[in-house]
């Protein structure tokens, strides 16, 4: 505990004894030595590696000496890396583990939410230290005539209702493949346990899953708390990461860590716990965490139009861009003649085969797709689509002024078409039904924490006609899958996934800028 040292000096929790151990914070945070500094601290202990002696005299000898010599009371040893040349000079000496690190701390927020046996750290020495310290006198252990001790339910406890939602979450999740291992064998709903997680397992349920499974399982003040530190490791674990929001991030793992003070018990924070807190520096020294952690390591034709129908509405001229767009191509084509139109921009002008091809999956952009039917048997989910593309957005028919930005579309993969042109390229296109996400509290919304819920049963584009287009070119998509909230039966919350083995790389005007690590 005592995070407090590491926000600002003005901050409201340092003078904050009420929920904070009775005590005001006003020690600065603690400095990181350089390696010279700790290489002028550790020069004059004497160790003598090897065989070491059987008399106690000798070892005790040997400690007297080096308190004599100044030895600093934190250091045993001088490390035999201080031998390379430049090891004292390196800003970073030790990388912390980020993957260790998150196991450790999902694994102690979910044993004490769930209160399994033996591994909560909501106990009775727990309370037992709670009373020691003289905080939170409602939760100090009660000793009933019978003389048994009884503890009263923290802000965190959950009752089984609560646990047996908690536990569906993740029991009922289907992910894509390769994404995550069957995290469902891992629980346990008769027990309410989720047990046997791998660090991968943990790393998807820590970052995605646990915002999910907590929102509707404890009271909005405390779940805020785990969502928080769920979208701190978010961001740090994040592919493209400034120097700016590497900052950002080390001044807020402070704040959530304090927050996690004023509800967990003091049990809870054990060094696995702390050790986030130096991550974000880390990361600015090291680059983004992917590099060090332990896994597998269309405008000429609307012109025209415009010109020709200067007084249409632009959502009307929009419409008859998209319906007569075909027609004008291929005429245009023709009229400009072969030899000064690309190979591939003829085939397209003169339209597909009336044969295509039709599969039941299919992988691109480091995604493998299957229609819904395909996996109507199976235990993973391969179908959930996105795609996020710059859209014309009209208030009503009458808007002159529509407003262009980027909008995420998402669907539910039900074919799979390939179209032939003349044999010289093919258009892989996915049908999908698309949520409507027109109207927000609709087919799609955002809640409290700001997850994004979609509703399968409010679709559009479910028709033949023109202006219904279910059909997205396969190059454009990116996967999401879609869980199940356990209160709301019609909705669920949209997880975007990434491919394991791709890498964003950014964009070139950005290379511009040394403070973006890719």
């Known amino acids: 505990m005592g995070h407090r040292r590491f926000l600002d000096r003005d901050h409201r929790y340092r003078h904050n004894k009420r929920n904070f151990y009775r005590k005001l914070e006003l020690r600065e945070a603690s400095k990181q030595l350089s390696g010279n500094e700790v290489l002028a601290q550790v020069s004059k202990i004497n160790i003598i590696f090897g065989k070491k002696s059987d008399t106690k005299v000798g070892k005790k000898r040997n400690r007297d000496e080096n308190k004599e010599k100044g030895k600093a009371s934190c250091w045993k040893k001088r490390s035999i890396f201080f031998d390379l040349p430049y090891w004292a000079g390196n800003m970073l000496r030790h990388s912390l583990d980020v993957m260790h690190i998150e196991k450790n701390v999902c694994d102690n927020v979910l044993r004490t939410l769930l209160n399994i046996d033996g591994k909560t750290k909501d106990n009775v020495k727990s309370r037992l230290d709670l009373q020691e310290m003289k905080i939170r006198r409602t939760l100090h252990p009660k000793q009933r005539p019978s003389g048994k001790i009884y503890l009263l339910p923290a802000c965190f406890t959950m009752a089984n209702k609560e646990k047996d939602d908690f536990c569906r979450v993740i029991k009922n999740m289907k992910v894509p493949d390769g994404y995550a291992s069957k995290i469902s064998r891992c629980t346990n709903l008769k027990m309410k346990k989720i047990l046997g997680l791998k660090s991968h397992d943990t790393h998807i349920l820590m970052q995605q899953i646990l915002p999910i499974a907590v929102r509707r399982t404890l009271p909005p003040n405390v779940s805020s708390i785990p969502i928080e530190f ?149 235990k993973t989910q391969n179908n959930g689509v996105v795609v996020t593309t710059k859209t014309s957005s009209f208030a009503s028919t009458s808007d002159r002024n529509p407003v262009i930005g980027d909008v995420d579309y998402y669907g539910v993969l039900t074919d799979i078409i390939e179209s032939d042109y003349c044999g010289s390229k093919k258009v892989v296109l996915f049908k999908c039904d698309w949520v409507d996400v027109r109207t927000q509290g609709r087919g799609i919304k955002k809640d409290e924490f700001g997850l994004t819920l979609v509703n399968f049963k409010q679709l559009w584009h479910t028709g033949w006609n023109l202006y219904n287009e279910p ?20 909705w669920h919350v949209v997880i975007r996934s990434k491919p394991r083995d791709l890498f964003e790389m950014g964009i070139n005007d950005s290379l511009v800028d040394n403070d973006i690590y890719l």
């Open 471 to 490: 059909y997205v070119l396969a190059t454009q998509v990116q996967q999401a899958f879609y869980v199940p909230d356990p209160i709301d039966r019609d």
């Open 230 to 378: 769920s979208g701190f490791f978010r961001d740090l674990c994040s592919k493209v990461g400034r120097m700016q929001d590497f900052k950002f991030l080390e001044s807020q793992i402070a704040l959530t860590l304090c927050h996690l003070e004023r509800i967990f018990p003091p049990s809870f924070f054990d060094i696995m716990v702390h050790l986030p807190i130096y991550l974000a520096s880390d990361a600015m020294l090291a680059r983004p965490v992917q590099y060090r952690w332990m896994y597998p390591i269309e405008s000429e034709r609307k012109k025209v139009i415009k010109k020709e129908m200067p007084r249409r509405a632009p959502r009307l001229l929009e419409c008859i861009h998209n319906e007569k767009f075909p027609d004008w191509l291929g005429k245009y084509v023709d009229h400009v003649g072969n030899d000064q139109v690309l190979k591939e921009v003829r085939s397209l002008a003169r339209g597909p085969n009336t044969v295509a091809r039709r599969f039941k999956g299919y992988i691109i952009n480091g995604f493998r797709f299957r229609t819904k039917d395909r996996e109507r048997d199976l």
